[in-house]
């Protein structure tokens, strides 16, 4: 079954720690992203990558950061610079600019 | 600066109906746009999407209306059931801007049986 993966669906954090999110897919889409979603809110693009080696800093960057080693995999890490981290975590990919993004199913994080 | 706007947070329509969902863009270089339909705890899934070359692009039930000149687009439902009740997104992207995609802030969308 093709698709995109993310782990774990439901992470905490404690004050002051890093944590990093998962995702991989096995679609052969260049491009990957990184949403977050507040609660009653729309999708807001924290990071993104084109090509493997290389991605930029979407609206809300701060306090993230990506790695793209591999084609199928753009892990996100929450630094404990970020300041608000309670969200729902959303990966999404594609073949790039012009066609269909598709999701993963979410990250939850909370911090406690 | 929200670039893509839904100015309405939630619809209320009766079953078997028509929805409209309403999509603004400030970017003129937007060529490509998309509505996603979400449940809660899940992620977006596609519905329709349409480029800046055409003004209409249906799918059964779903129909993507592109006003260039207003920079508007819209989604028609018709006929609403009551399974289609979800937030509903727009986005957009513009090759100039690499991959990058900007989503609205969603409409919520109830369909009374």
């Known amino acids: 079954d093709g698709g995109i993966t993310q782990s774990p669906k439901y992470l905490f954090r404690k004050e002051g720690q890093n944590v990093t999110l998962s995702c991989e897919q096995n679609l052969n889409h260049d491009a990957m992203y990184w949403y977050r979603q507040d609660p009653g809110q729309g999708l807001r693009l924290i990071y993104y990558?084109?090509?493997?080696?290389?991605?930029q800093k979407g609206d809300i960057a701060e306090g993230y950061s990506v790695s793209r080693e591999k084609k199928e995999s753009f892990p996100l890490t929450v630094t404990s610079a970020q300041k608000n981290p309670t969200a729902f975590y959303l990966c999404?990919?594609?073949?790039?600019?012009?066609?269909?993004?598709?999701f993963g199913e979410g990250s939850w994080l909370t911090v406690v | 600066d929200q670039q893509v706007k839904q100015n309405s947070p939630s619809l209320s329509v009766q079953e078997g109906r028509i929805s409209i969902l309403n999509c603004d863009y400030t970017n003129s270089m937007f060529d490509y746009f998309l509505w996603y339909k979400k449940y809660p705890a899940e992620g977006p899934t596609f519905l329709i999407s349409?480029?800046?070359?055409?003004d209409k692009n249906e799918d059964g039930r779903f129909t993507v209306f592109l006003n260039k000149s207003a920079k508007h687009l819209s989604l028609h439902i018709v006929p609403s059931q009551p399974g289609d009740s979800a937030v509903y997104f727009c986005?957009?992207?513009?090759?100039?801007?690499?991959?990058?995609?900007?989503f609205g802030a969603g409409t919520r969308l109830f369909v009374k049986a």
């Open positions: 349409i480029s800046s070359i055409k």
């Open positions: 999404a990919s594609s073949m790039g600019h012009g066609n269909t993004i598709y």
């Open positions: 986005a957009a992207s513009a090759f100039t801007g690499g991959f990058k995609t900007i």
């Open positions: 990558s084109q090509i493997v080696n290389d991605f």
